[in-house]
């Protein structure tokens, strides 16, 4: 039976990658006018307008009335939350309703294949691809793709820490509002909630038994994925078709 930790030997790798340097340029001395002032203020107003996250009206799921925030990253529609859809085969992380609240519920893989609302589906191995390219602005064709920084770009600005209480938060720049979940095995056992953020993807591995999930941490920028088997419970992040 694979190990969950099966790719843990790729984020240590990639964890040693080195910050970009960002070189700043002097301004040329002597007084700007007016007509300079106002173009720098308009150009700066630009650029903070086409970094907002472009939001869609919210989706509301019919079945139970829930509401779902909608991001646009690239040519993709996310929900900006997780899927906190009662169904059976799901269960809030430590059998605690505050934690649906929280973060979504928790689902096996079989119940994750069919619990996005109509319109919308558990997004594939390429589906998650392209939103962790686009987030760090790469392009490449192998799949599943491990991304040394859209973990970074995808959490929330806070909410992430690890078991001593060091933050782990990240910049949110496109408005997927990650949150760490944790996850829960099949031992019924939960773990990692407040530090890993673990989706399940409808891609299988190898054969019926196994199935891929992404991943992101919260004592790293990476984004990177695992495959499991489909009786461990992942939360579902949903796709528009």
């Known amino acids: 039976m694979p190990q969950f930790f099966i790719l843990l030997f790729l984020v240590i790798a990639l964890a040693g990658c080195g910050q970009q340097k960002v070189v700043v340029s002097k301004e040329s001395a002597g007084?700007?006018?007016?007509?300079?002032?106002?173009?720098?203020?308009s150009s700066s107003s630009e650029k903070v307008e086409e970094s907002k996250p472009e939001e869609e009206k919210p989706f509301i799921d019919?079945?139970?009335?829930?509401?779902?925030?909608?991001?646009?990253?690239?040519?993709?529609t996310w929900m900006a939350r997780n899927l906190n859809y009662n169904a059976n085969g799901?269960?809030?992380?430590?059998n605690k309703p505050a934690n649906c609240d929280k973060y979504g519920r928790l689902y096996d893989w079989a119940t994750a294949m069919k619990a996005c609302p109509r319109g919308w589906r558990l997004p594939k191995n390429e589906d998650w691809d392209k939103?962790?390219?686009f987030a760090?602005?790469?392009?490449?064709?192998?799949?599943?793709?491990?991304?040394?920084?859209?973990?970074?770009?995808?959490?929330?600005?806070?909410?992430?820490?690890?078991?001593?209480?060091?933050?782990g938060n990240g910049e949110d720049k496109y408005g997927f509002s990650a949150l760490p979940g944790g996850f829960c095995d099949h031992d019924s056992r939960f773990n990692f909630a407040g530090c890993w953020a673990v989706w399940w993807s409808a891609s299988e591995y190898d054969h019926e038994l196994y199935a891929y999930n992404q991943h992101i941490i919260c004592t790293d920028k990476v984004a990177y994925w695992s495959y499991n088997d489909k009786n461990y419970f992942f939360s579902v992040r949903c796709v528009k078709d």
């Open 62 to 76: 019919s079945r139970d009335g829930k509401k779902y925030k909608m991001v646009k990253i690239g040519t993709q």
């Open 136 to 167: 760090d602005s790469t392009s490449g064709t192998d799949s599943p793709y491990i991304s040394e920084s859209a973990g970074k770009y995808l959490k929330t600005v806070s909410g992430w820490k690890d078991e001593k209480g060091k933050p």
């Open 90 to 94: 799901s269960k809030c992380y430590e």
């Open 31 to 41: 007084k700007k006018s007016s007509s300079s002032v106002i173009a720098e203020k």
């Open 131 to 133: 939103l962790y390219r």
